[in-house]
């Protein structure tokens, strides 16, 4: 019986709070405003400092013709005979095998680049499924400067507005390679996903 008391005193107390408005403890704070300061610097710069910080090794190239120059080199530097390209676009160029689970290093398009975190948004619709960013030891990804936006919050928008009502099924932001760390505090890459990421931006304009 005293346990049902309890309960209906706790139910009453909820009761009376939702009846209550509770003032906002910043009324004067408006919402719509960036959280972040915009940035000083162009967005490739912002991206590509913040990238190489989480470890991702970022290329910058004046056209694709340069792309395909500096992939190749990488490719023939590393010896990687088995390539896995996702792209449509780049699967004739860079495309070596369709066996994911045994590739050397895949080769994938983005939806957008977050400046501010230096993270890839990638979503099933680019990749033609969810694993090719993250089962391969090594990614490779290809963007266009014209995906640079500033933060999170506007990449999601324009996922949005570019999909509306198709929404891919997986959408994902890669920060660098995969880390984990132990109970040591000892950090290890490549545990749950690609040990090395490397970030080729092509000038779009």
């Not at 676009?89 to 994938?108: E, M, N, P, Q, Y």
């Amino acid at each position: 019986m005293a346990v049902s008391t309890a309960k209906e005193n706790i139910l009453e107390r909820i009761r009376q709070a939702l009846l209550t408005p509770v003032p906002l403890p910043f009324p004067l704070i408006d919402n719509n405003l960036p959280v972040f300061p915009p940035p000083q610097d162009a967005l490739e710069l912002v991206f590509a400092e913040e990238f190489t910080k989480l470890q991702g090794k970022f290329v910058f190239c004046i056209n694709e013709q340069e792309l395909i120059q500096q992939v190749q080199q990488l490719v023939s530097l590393k010896q990687w005979n088995k390539l896995y390209c996702s792209d449509t676009k780049w699967s004739g160029i860079f495309g070596a095998t369709d066996d994911l689970a045994g590739c050397d290093a895949s080769v994938t398009g983005c939806d957008y680049l977050v400046a501010r975190t230096g993270s890839i948004l990638l979503s099933a619709a680019l990749q033609q499924g969810r694993t090719a960013s993250v089962y391969a030891p090594v990614h490779i990804c290809i963007a266009y400067n014209h995906q640079l936006v500033f933060d999170i919050k506007e990449a999601l928008i324009a996922l949005q507005n570019r999909y509306q009502d198709n929404m891919p099924s997986f959408i994902t932001l890669a920060s660098g390679p995969s880390r984990t760390a132990d109970i040591e505090k000892t950090l290890v890459t490549g545990v749950h996903g690609p040990k090395e990421v490397y970030l080729f931006l092509v000038d779009s304009q």
